[in-house]
């Protein structure tokens, strides 16, 4: 069965800290994604990899970054925690193949006080 | 830059009625796919579509897409309680995905 499998459920932080989210998957995916997903505004694409060591910026990539060391996990790193980071934090995962649809993640829901 | 609107983005129905949920997006693209979310929980995969003409079937739920005109509908006939959720699209930009702002929908018995 696929497995998309995220650190934390949930978690608080504070404003300044560093935080950070991995995520692990095991279906030997090239391609792993990190979104954030606010009300009303559905799900935002962070950062992206297609392979190991390799990253590419989304659409709302500022105060993020990102880590691929390994095949199967796909690190999210917030530098410097701000409350506009208060958001649920979804990883996917998918293949190269024309078509394939993401697995996803249970989701990380960060506060940010 | 692409962009995908779904309306309606919240809908209320009975059980027992059809409706459709139209997902519309700005650039061309050949691939689109569905997702349902229940509260608290991930995203599952529902359908995915790969061409013009594309159209898929799964219990209650049917979704279609029509490339020239850049939509794709997702109907639900005859809905059940075990249908609310929120569903998203969304177009293949490049081996990325850019989604819709979603459709909350309860089905009231």
């Known amino acids: 069965d696929v497995k998309v499998t995220q650190s934390s459920r949930y978690l608080v932080k504070r404003t300044g800290e560093k935080v950070f989210l991995e995520c692990v998957q095991d279906m030997d995916h090239e391609n792993m994604f990190w979104y954030r997903q606010d009300p009303g505004l559905g799900l935002r694409l962070i950062y992206f990899s297609y392979d190991v060591k390799m990253k590419e910026k989304g659409d709302i990539p500022e105060g993020y970054s990102v880590s691929r060391e390994k095949k199967e996990r796909f690190s999210l790193i917030l530098e410097s925690a701000s409350t506009n980071q208060t958001s649920m934090y979804l990883c996917?995962?998918?293949?190269?193949?024309?078509?394939?649809?993401?697995?996803f993640g249970p989701g990380t829901r960060l506060l940010v006080l | 830059e692409l962009k995908v609107e779904q309306n309606p983005l919240f809908l209320s129905m009975q059980e027992g009625k059809n409706y459709t949920i139209y997902c519309n997006y700005s650039?061309?693209?050949?691939?689109l796919y569905w997702y349902r979310q229940d509260p608290g929980k991930s995203l599952e995969s529902l359908f995915v579509l790969l061409s013009n003409g594309a159209v898929k079937q799964e219990g209650r739920l049917m979704a279609s897409l029509d490339t020239k005109a850049r939509l794709s509908t997702l109907h639900i006939t005859a809905a059940v309680h075990d249908l609310s959720a929120t569903y998203f699209c969304a177009v293949d930009k490049g081996n990325k995905l850019v989604f819709g702002a979603g459709t909350i929908l309860r089905v009231k018995s």
């Open positions: 996917a995962s998918g293949g190269h193949r024309v078509g394939e649809t993401q697995y």
């Open positions: 650039t061309t693209s050949d691939r």
